[in-house]
């Protein structure tokens, strides 16, 4: 028979490893002597490391290389394992179900993160650390708004939602909040600053200084 279908091959019980890493595995159990065959499959489990697409998985927890390759061998594989032989019944043990949070977001055009940082600003003690920490809190609160929305948050708004995330706890004095800008100087600080030389104006100052210069000394002289 010059070629040979899959569906005439023995099954591969581990997809992701390959046929021929199958079959070394099935050649293993043949092997006679246990201390060769242990040393056959540490040589494999070097192998996989370098060629199976798990490999990067099997250095956070090598010991499943080795659980891989007992159930490869349908668990037929007599070796000194380094780690606990495995029983069948891993096969049917199913993924531990995540856990979502269930506490409910009520602002979400925030985040959940704005309400974990009001309670995190509701543990300083200092008023003068208080205040500053629900100031960030308004100018986070009105990027992140603006940032899903494309439109300015007004100020009392962002005052009033603190002060119901608080409890009333955090408060700001609004008249302070518009005369000072407190809530717009985020948005000032991600401006870039245009380097000195770059750009148009920065060639027309470098020139002006030059030729300042040069008609200076052409007085001098």
Not at 4 to 31: A, D, M
Not at 58 to 63: G, M, V, Y
Not at 157 to 163: M, Q
Request: hydrophobic content about 30%; aromatic content about 8%.
């Amino acid at each position: 028979m010059i070629g040979e279908y899959n569906s005439q091959r023995e099954p591969i019980i581990l997809k992701e490893y390959g046929r021929n890493i199958q079959k070394l595995v099935n050649y293993i159990r043949t092997i006679p002597d246990k201390e060769k065959r242990t040393q056959m499959a540490t040589t494999l489990i070097e192998l996989i490391k370098q060629l199976a697409p798990v490999s990067k998985e099997a250095q956070e927890n090598p010991q499943r290389m080795w659980d891989d390759l007992y159930i490869m061998a349908n668990f037929d594989l007599d070796v000194n394992n380094p780690f606990t032989t495995p029983d069948r019944s891993i096969l049917q043990k199913r993924p531990r179900k995540m856990e979502y949070p269930q506490s409910e977001v009520r602002f979400k055009h925030y985040g959940k993160n704005i309400e974990r940082l009001v309670q995190e600003a509701l543990k300083k003690e200092d008023p003068l650390e208080r205040e500053e920490a629900t100031i960030y809190l308004g100018k986070l609160m009105k990027t992140f708004y603006s940032n899903w929305n494309k439109e300015t948050l007004d100020d009392s708004v962002i005052v009033k939602d603190i002060a119901i995330m608080s409890k009333g706890k955090l408060t700001l004095n609004l008249d302070k909040v518009r005369e000072d800008n407190l809530f717009e100087k985020l948005y000032r600080e991600k401006k870039k600053m245009r380097p000195e030389g770059n750009g148009r104006d920065g060639r027309d100052n470098r020139n002006r200084k030059f030729n300042k210069n040069r008609h200076h000394r052409r007085r001098d002289s």
